[in-house]
Structures are given as structure tokens and as C-alpha cells.
């Protein structure tokens, strides 16, 4: 089975903090994806990535960026909190060559409070 | 940009009753799949049908889509408490370049009383 860990599950941080969220997968995927959600908006695509050091802005990039230096792993930044991003954040994987669709892979989730 | 539209938003039944949730979508599409989420979890994906297709069938799951109307929907027969999660419609534009960037809806939230 595909796995996408994101390594914390719950943070809380405080106004301005530099905030590092970690998404790993273990199946050699091409292509990642950050999203948040939030009740009420469904799913928002923050940033994508189709391959090392490769990135493209999404529906809602402000505040964010992004780094993907090794293929397995994805890491979205908040350079400085807000509130406002409070949020739940998804992160998920998707291989190009897959046999049976354009199916995703979704994390658990990690759920942000900003202070 | 949030392409689904997915109706109802909460739906609450008995065990044992049938679930049907509606997703209607604005683009042509090369596929549309639903999802389900379990409260505070990740997404799972639960089944996937091409834009060629009419209906398919995965256990208790029956995705129906209609590209005239660009509508479709997913029945759960036989609804259990364990079924109780957001379920979430995702497409495909077409001509997306087999990207996985998928348009989701907003979701129904789905309570099956015991």
C-alpha cells in the first residue's frame, strides 16, 4: 500500500513563527501536493510539485512556499504564522504512471493552530 | 478553484438504509472519483469512473455519472455506522495532463444512526 506520512499531526505555534510542515511517500511518486482545509471550503490546493525541485503555485499560495529537494519528500513553509492559517493541511502523492487512474494518495492530516 | 458542487451538504439516516449523494461539475472531465474522509483523518480514495463510463459498482458503493447533465452520484446500500464520514467528489479536467491535480467538491457529511 502507498504510504504518505506527515510527520506531525498536531502543532501549535505562535504569530510570526517560521513553521515547517514534513510529507514523506514510499512509493515513487512523480507528482505532490499540499492542500488545506478548512469547514465550509473544502479542499484548497496550496502548492504542487511534478518533480525535484520542481513547484507550481495553486489556488492559494500567499504565505506559503514550499521545497521538495529529494522525490519523497515535500515540505510546505509558512515563513511567518498568522492566525488565518489555522487550518487543516493535507498533503498527498500521485504517480503519473499509475495503471489505474488518476487516483491520489492522501496523509493523515495536520492540524496547525496558530496563537 | 472548487469545480464540485456536491448535495446534500449532511445527510443523517438509519443503519441499514440506502445513502445517495449528488456531485454536479462545471468542465468536461476525463474521470470523476469520490473519496472518503473519516473525522480529523486523510482522504480515501473509494472509486473511480471515466468519463466513457455510465455506472460502476464497488460492494456497497454504485457511482452513476451522466457527462450531459455533468452530474453524478454515489449510493451506499446498506449503510452501517462504521459508513459515517465526509464523502467528497473529485474530477479530472480534461486535458489536465494526467497532472493528479483534481477539483474537489466541498463534500456531504454523512451520519448513519445505529
Known amino acids: 500500500d502507498v504510504k504518505v506520512t506527515q510527520s506531525s499531526r498536531y502543532l501549535v505555534k505562535r504569530t510570526g513563527e517560521k513553521v515547517f510542515l514534513e510529507c514523506v511517500q514510499d512509493m515513487d511518486h512523480e507528482n505532490m501536493f499540499w492542500y488545506r482545509q478548512d469547514p465550509g471550503l473544502g479542499l484548497r490546493l496550496i502548492y504542487f510539485?511534478?518533480?525535484?525541485?520542481?513547484?507550481e503555485k495553486g489556488d492559494i499560495p500567499e504565505g506559503y512556499s514550499v521545497s521538495r529537494e529529494k522525490k519523497e519528500r515535500f515540505s510546505l513553509i509558512l515563513e511567518s504564522a498568522s492566525t488565518n492559517q489555522t487550518s487543516m493541511y493535507l498533503c498527498a502523492s500521485f504517480s503519473v504512471g499509475t495503471h489505474l487512474g488518476n487516483t491520489i494518495y492522501f496523509g493523515e492530516g495536520s492540524w496547525l493552530t496558530v496563537v | 478553484s472548487q469545480q464540485g458542487e456536491e448535495d446534500p451538504q449532511a445527510l443523517s439516516i438509519q443503519e441499514g438504509e440506502n445513502a445517495t449523494m449528488n456531485c454536479s461539475y462545471k468542465?468536461?472531465?476525463?474521470?470523476l472519483q469520490w473519496y472518503r474522509q473519516n473525522s480529523g483523518r486523510g482522504l480515501v480514495h473509494l472509486i473511480l469512473?471515466?468519463?466513457?463510463?455510465r455506472e460502476k459498482h464497488s460492494g456497497r458503493l454504485r457511482v452513476t455519472l451522466d457527462t450531459s447533465k455533468k452530474s453524478s452520484s454515489l449510493l451506499i446500500t446498506a449503510s452501517r455506522a462504521a459508513d459515517t464520514a465526509s464523502y467528497f467528489c473529485?474530477?479530472?479536467?480534461?486535458?489536465?495532463?494526467?497532472?493528479?491535480?483534481?477539483?474537489f467538491g466541498q463534500g456531504t457529511t454523512l451520519q448513519v444512526k445505529p
Open positions: 468542465t468536461s472531465i476525463n474521470n
Open positions: 510539485s511534478y518533480d525535484v525541485k520542481m513547484k
Open positions: 469512473i471515466r468519463s466513457n463510463e
Open positions: 473529485a474530477t479530472d479536467p480534461y486535458g489536465s495532463s494526467n497532472t493528479g491535480k483534481l477539483i
